[in-house]
């Protein structure tokens, strides 16, 4: 297995954890955790296929990922500002369950 | 041994497709058909900067860039909508520990000043730039936060609105002004030092009051 194979793989692990995360779990700020895991995974996928030609860096994806970084803290900022507007609202930090939820 | 639900084992099973859908799709992954490191490298001398990250941000991908900036505002605009709504603005008072943590950086502004503004010129040569140069200046506004100097207020001021949302428009600005961000070669450079100075005010500026998260700031005690 090559290096860009294994981190590869790494990366896409990162991404399917943090939607499992995101899905599974009713609590807000899980959900944005597990967001900010999916986008470290992408940011490490960019970057591994950057990098499959060790003498030849690609920066074009470099620079995605910086762009990508400040869209994660933008993101951030709005979802927490929504919790705390959910919090505001009905004073938990859940969101609002049905009778039958995905996991428990 | 746990039994599963119908939508629980619905969810295992389209997930561990989707995973699996995933893997293989990054496992086989073709080599690219466009050499892009030797069209980077190709055009370094001629785009204004000496480091390929920052011609790849500010002039080979200058739109994304320009859209990201647009980003960021539309996102602190958005913050300022879901508090407009709100009744009353947060009354945060920050606990004491963080005094005791936070007065040091009031102390280091000038460092930080330095910092940031060493980072924005070597984003020339070396890793640096607009947005790391950014992301520095705003620990200050972060730090008199924490130190409750710097109060969410009820209204944003017009100058703070205008720094703001100077980085965008010095941007757009440069963009219309070069026939859409084709920089003429012997000015590349300082076309992009233009925009990188605007960008890092307002970025520091709108990371600041993101963390704020209210309609305006205001600053209480003197430093």
Same mark, same amino acid.
């Not at chain 2, 590349?188 to 100075?197: G, P």
């Given at each position: #297995?090559?290096?860009?194979?294994?981190?590869?793989?790494?990366? #896409?692990?990162l991404f399917l954890l943090g939607l499992y995360a995101l899905i599974s779990y009713p609590q807000v700020l899980r959900k944005i955790l597990a967001l900010n895991i999916m986008g470290s995974g992408v940011f490490l996928f960019l970057v591994t296929m950057a990098a499959r030609n060790p003498q030849a860096l690609d920066h074009v994806s470099h620079a995605m990922v910086l762009i990508g970084i400040v869209m994660t803290v933008s993101l951030t900022a709005l979802a927490l500002a929504l919790a705390r507007r959910i919090h505001r609202i009905t004073g938990k930090?859940?969101?609002?369950?049905?009778?039958?939820?995905?996991?428990? | 041994?746990?039994?599963?639900?119908?939508?629980?084992?619905?969810?295992?099973?389209?997930?561990?497709?989707?995973?699996?859908?995933?893997?293989?799709?990054?496992?086989?992954?073709?080599?690219?058909?466009?050499?892009?490191?030797?069209?980077?490298?190709?055009?370094?001398?001629?785009?204004?900067?000496?480091?390929?990250?920052?011609?790849?941000?500010?002039?080979?991908?200058?739109?994304?860039?320009?859209?990201?900036?647009?980003?960021?505002?539309?996102?602190?605009?958005?913050?300022?909508?879901?508090?407009?709504?709100?009744?009353?603005?947060?009354?945060?008072?920050?606990?004491?520990?963080?005094?005791?943590?936070?007065?040091?950086?009031?102390?280091?502004?000038?460092?930080?000043?330095?910092?940031?503004?060493?980072?924005?010129?070597?984003?020339?040569?070396?890793?640096?730039?607009?947005?790391?140069?950014?992301?520095?200046?705003?620990?200050?506004?972060?730090?008199?936060?924490?130190?409750?100097?710097?109060?969410?207020?009820?209204?944003?001021?017009?100058?703070?609105?205008?720094?703001?949302?100077?980085?965008?428009?010095?941007?757009?600005?440069?963009?219309?002004?070069?026939?859409?961000?084709?920089?003429?070669?012997?000015?590349?450079?300082?076309?992009?030092?233009?925009?990188?100075?605007?960008?890092?005010?307002?970025?520091?500026?709108?990371?600041?009051?993101?963390?704020?998260?209210?309609?305006?700031?205001?600053?209480?005690?003197?430093?």
């Open positions: #297995m090559t290096h860009a194979t294994f981190f590869a793989l790494i990366s #896409m692990g930090t859940c969101l609002p369950e049905e009778d039958s939820e995905v996991m428990s | 041994m746990l039994t599963l639900s119908f939508k629980q084992t619905l969810f295992i099973l389209l997930f561990s497709i989707y995973g699996l859908a995933l893997i293989i799709a990054v496992v086989t992954l073709p080599e690219p058909v466009i050499n892009l490191p030797r069209l980077v490298d190709s055009q370094l001398a001629t785009s204004g900067v000496n480091h390929p990250v920052t011609a790849v941000l500010f002039n080979y991908r200058g739109y994304d860039t320009l859209l990201e900036t647009a980003i960021l505002l539309l996102t602190l605009l958005s913050v300022w909508a879901v508090h407009y709504t709100a009744t009353a603005l947060p009354k945060n008072r920050f606990a004491a520990e963080f005094l005791s943590v936070a007065r040091p950086i009031r102390a280091l502004l000038p460092v930080i000043l330095l910092t940031a503004g060493y980072l924005l010129w070597i984003g020339n040569t070396a890793p640096g730039g607009a947005f790391q140069a950014g992301a520095v200046l705003s620990w200050i506004g972060i730090g008199l936060r924490l130190t409750d100097n710097l109060q969410p207020s009820a209204h944003a001021t017009v100058g703070l609105r205008v720094l703001l949302g100077a980085g965008l428009t010095l941007f757009i600005g440069v963009a219309l002004s070069n026939s859409l961000l084709e920089y003429p070669p012997h000015s590349a450079s300082l076309w992009i030092f233009i925009i990188e100075s605007g960008l890092t005010l307002s970025f520091s500026l709108t990371l600041v009051m993101l963390f704020v998260a209210a309609p305006g700031m205001t600053l209480t005690k003197s430093l």
